[in-house]
């Protein structure tokens, strides 16, 4: 007896794919925890500060956290400041869990 399992949409696993690659760098992982444990927006100075990185190395992560929206930006004056976008955090283990064969939850993962 053949088993059917049916696949996640290319979209949405796409969308998966991207989340979980802008994960696979450790630094990036230290930033996410870094701004979801702060709990407050923070300047691109004191990211660099607090992780021992270069100014380029973290702007480059934080445009990949940005693009799939793990990371918000605000204006402040001149200066940005990033925080976590509590949607897309929610939505993380949500997606893992769907990727292990557990059930979609009812309510509509996104990071919007």
């Not at 230290?30 to 100075?45: D, I, K, N, S, W």
């Not at 940005?80 to 009812?106: H, L, Q, W």
Request: hydrophobic share 45%.
């Amino acid at each position: 007896m053949e088993v059917v399992v049916e696949l996640l949409d290319r979209t949405t696993a796409t969308e998966y794919a991207a989340c979980f690659k802008a994960l696979a760098d450790p630094s990036r992982v230290q930033l996410v925890e870094l701004l979801a444990r702060h709990g407050e927006p923070m300047g691109v100075g004191e990211i660099v500060t607090a992780m021992g990185l270069a100014q380029s190395t973290v702007s480059q992560h934080l445009k990949i956290l940005l693009d799939v929206r793990f990371l918000l930006v605000e204006r402040d004056g001149n200066a940005r400041r990033y925080r976590i976008n509590a949607n897309c955090i929610e939505y993380f283990p949500s997606a893992a869990d769907v990727i292990m064969g557990k059930p979609s939850p009812t309510s509509a993962m996104s990071c919007e």
